[in-house]
């Protein structure tokens, strides 16, 4: 496992364009959101090393429907401002993890998982660092899963968890029956792990 490389750039401005791309209906109402909005991609940039923390700050969207459909299009309706904020993310990976899942380690990305799920969150739909390349079968049973009922979250974020790479977590125990080696494999987590040990436990869904 490695690191994701996060999108450096004004996350703010990024919506802005994709906003300005919007046929005039959905645009005026995203535009009278912006502070909101504004307001809201902070708080994420500030909650990166305890996302759970957003929780507190997770908006009611019963009475404004109107503003949560123009947040959610603004990804599912692509756009060439989106579709250049994609194509940074993948050009910023490593040649020798650009093309794989992080998720699973195994699959070709060829699609964009939301950590802050965009049915909960849709106001995080396009911004860049909550958007992680992966696999559509990855992508198809996270669903929305990201956080427990304790509230630990459950997914590696690759963009700003700590990943221990010097330490080590997957073990093998080989046996032999019959002269067939038989492998055993276990997990050990030591402090600080934790959001490692819930993604992996999770890897075969």
Not at 52 to 77: R, S, V
Not at 95 to 123: A, Q, W
Not at 162 to 169: A, D, S
């Amino acid at each position: 496992m490695k690191n994701l490389v996060p999108l450096r750039t004004s996350y703010f401005k990024e919506f802005e364009t994709i906003v300005d791309a919007k046929q005039e209906s959905r645009k005026n109402i995203l535009k009278f959101a912006y502070d909101m909005i504004e307001s809201q991609y902070l708080k994420y940039e500030q909650s990166v090393d305890e996302l759970a923390e957003i929780l507190q700050y997770k908006l009611d969207y019963t009475d404004n429907i109107d503003l949560k459909d123009a947040l959610l299009h603004c990804y599912e309706a692509p756009t060439k401002p989106l579709d250049l904020i994609k194509k940074k993310i993948i050009l910023l990976q490593s040649n020798e993890f650009r093309d794989k899942c992080h998720y699973c380690g195994i699959n070709m990305v060829d699609t964009f998982d939301h950590y802050l799920p965009k049915s909960l969150f849709p106001e995080y739909s396009v911004m860049p660092i909550n958007l992680f390349p992966c696999c559509a079968q990855c992508n198809r049973k996270k669903k929305d899963e990201w956080i427990d009922q304790k509230n630990n979250r459950t997914f590696i974020n690759f963009y700003f968890d700590y990943l221990p790479t010097e330490k080590q977590f997957l073990f093998c125990d080989i046996t032999y029956e019959d002269s067939i080696p038989i492998a055993d494999y276990s997990l050990f987590f030591s402090s600080g792990m934790n959001s490692v040990g819930g993604h992996l436990q999770r890897r075969n869904w």
